[in-house]
């Protein structure tokens, strides 16, 4: 039994470039409550857990990022591997 594993190289490159440009729109949002604490400190204990958002979704983004180029590679890999297959069966 033969089983043939296809990818579509430019389906997954549109892919890729689709998550690529929606990740610069991947902003936290914020509610504050204040549980009886004071003003001030609900306020300070928010932009503490805020600024430790934004490095914890800074850090995704760049995770997010460096797994499509990885994905790009891979694609372009399997699309050189697929070519050179191509040629050896036709001889050349």
Known sequence: MS???SLKPTR???KMNRLSSHLDSVTPEYAVAFDGRSELDT???AEKNMKA?????????A???KNVEQVYRVVD???EADQQVSRQIKGG
């Open 3 to 5: 089983e043939e594993i």
């Open 12 to 14: 997954v490159r549109n």
């Open 43 to 45: 306020i300070k204990e």
């Open 53 to 61: 958002m934004e490095s914890l979704l800074q850090s995704y983004k």
């Open 63 to 65: 995770l997010l990022q």
């Open 77 to 79: 890999q399997y699309e």
